[in-house]
């Protein structure tokens, strides 16, 4: 008696296993199938760098000069946010490509590079700039280009453009808040105002002094500025120990706080004695500066590593698990991390790579996953976040120590133009 399976079995048996073979064969190249389903034809129509597997961006920071201090954790978190991202199949079906520009802490060189990565590259988005300067360079090239740019520092608002999404905060989200706190908190009248010599803490500080006069009905008793790379910072420190203020409100930049807080501290200007605000220091300068160096003074950002949420843990251990046990992660560092998943998550609900159709999809899109808690994209670009003051601790570290609401970003306060 045979006991070979009827030939209609056989045929079956056959069927299934090249079933299972095809399905095997889908969930080994999730990308191909997604990707299938949008095809390059329709995904992008304005010729942009999108093949049937890859789409290409660009990054563009400085990698060298005073802002690489920076600038540095922006690129590694753009990078990490990338890797996790391609590392899930990618967007619509396709691996991102990074082509990475040197803006070299110039601002000419940016619009240069901005210009090569949206013209020559056709890169579908950029994820760069940290300085206003840098950003102001390059914003009538992507304007005129029709190119996306995610920008990730804290900054002076009083901008808005289609072609920018802005995931740090604007003015009325940092230093108004920061302003309000530190008046309450420390009772403070009399304010003392340091910045770099450029667009963001002139425009910073103009916005502060308004606040400081016209809200809290405090006075500023010095304001001064230092060129970028500026490591002298001695006559500062005597005006500020002659006027005794209240508040130092500092918004240096880059490799110049280095200087700035170790000269401070060798002149007995401690946290002891005297309150200092600042807008620009976070754990990426302090690697820098030493934790002991500015030990008790405060910061108001959005965010800091010491953040007690999961998805922060997350973000944490996935970015020393690449960058090593003593990498660490900033306010800006944070929000560019950011960056490449908002974009994601717009592209992938316009079915589109094409700009007009990813800045129309992105308006109220959430982002749950966030390291500082959630964030919510705004119609103006920026992005609904929380304010928090961060105290200085000796191990470069900052201790939460007020974290306010979700604040609507508003880049154009009335009052303060």
Not at 77 to 95: F, H, P, T
Not at 240 to 255: C, N, Q, Y
Not at 336 to 364: H, I, M, Q, R, T
């Amino acid at each position: 008696m045979s006991h070979r399976p009827p030939a209609s079995i056989k045929s079956l048996h056959r069927r299934k296993v090249l079933l299972g073979l095809a399905a095997a064969t889908a969930m080994a190249l999730p990308g191909l199938s997604f990707a299938q389903q949008f095809p390059t034809a329709k995904v992008n129509t304005t010729k942009l760098a999108v093949t049937d597997t890859e789409v290409t961006v660009g990054q563009l920071h400085s990698a060298t000069g005073t802002m690489a201090i920076s600038e540095t954790g922006s690129i590694q978190a753009e990078r990490l946010a990338i890797d996790q991202i391609n590392a899930m199949g990618g967007i619509l079906g396709r691996k991102i490509k990074i082509v990475q520009e040197d803006g070299a802490s110039d601002w000419p060189t940016f619009a240069e590079k901005a210009k090569k990565l949206l013209v020559s590259d056709k890169v579908a988005a950029v994820f760069g700039c940290w300085t206003s300067a840098s950003r102001k360079a390059v914003l009538p090239v992507f304007e005129k280009e029709n190119g996306l740019l995610y920008y990730p520092t804290f900054y002076e608002g009083l901008e808005q453009s289609k072609n920018v999404f802005y995931t740090g905060q604007e003015a009325t989200q940092q230093i108004l808040a920061g302003l309000d706190w530190i008046a309450k908190e420390k009772k403070a009248k009399t304010y003392y105002l340091v910045g770099s010599d450029y667009i963001w803490p002139r425009t910073s500080n103009k916005i502060a002094r308004k606040h400081i006069e016209n809200v809290l009905k405090g006075e500023v008793v010095g304001e001064e500025y230092y060129p970028l790379g500026n490591t002298q910072f001695g006559s500062l420190i005597n005006k500020i120990k002659l006027k005794k203020p209240d508040v130092i409100f500092a918004d240096v930049v880059g490799g110049s706080n280095v200087a700035f807080y170790k000269q401070l501290k060798a002149a007995g200007v401690t946290s002891k004695s005297q309150n200092l605000l600042t807008l620009s220091v976070t754990e990426d300068e302090l690697l820098g500066i030493g934790g002991e160096n500015m030990e008790g003074f405060y910061a108001s950002m959005k965010y800091f590593e010491s953040l007690d949420n999961a998805n922060n843990k997350k973000f944490v251990s996935d970015f020393k698990t690449k960058y090593g046990a003593n990498s660490v992660m900033g306010d800006v560092t944070q929000a560019a991390y950011l960056g490449p998943w908002l974009w994601k998550a717009a592209v992938e609900k316009a079915g589109s790579f094409d700009v007009d159709k990813v800045v129309a999809a992105s308006p109220n899109l959430e982002l749950t996953t966030a390291p500082e808690g959630y964030v919510k994209i705004h119609p103006n670009h920026h992005l609904w976040s929380k304010t928090r003051i961060g105290q200085v601790q000796k191990d470069g570290q900052f201790k939460v120590i007020f974290e306010s609401g979700l604040i609507e970003p508003n880049p154009f306060p009335k009052g303060y133009q």
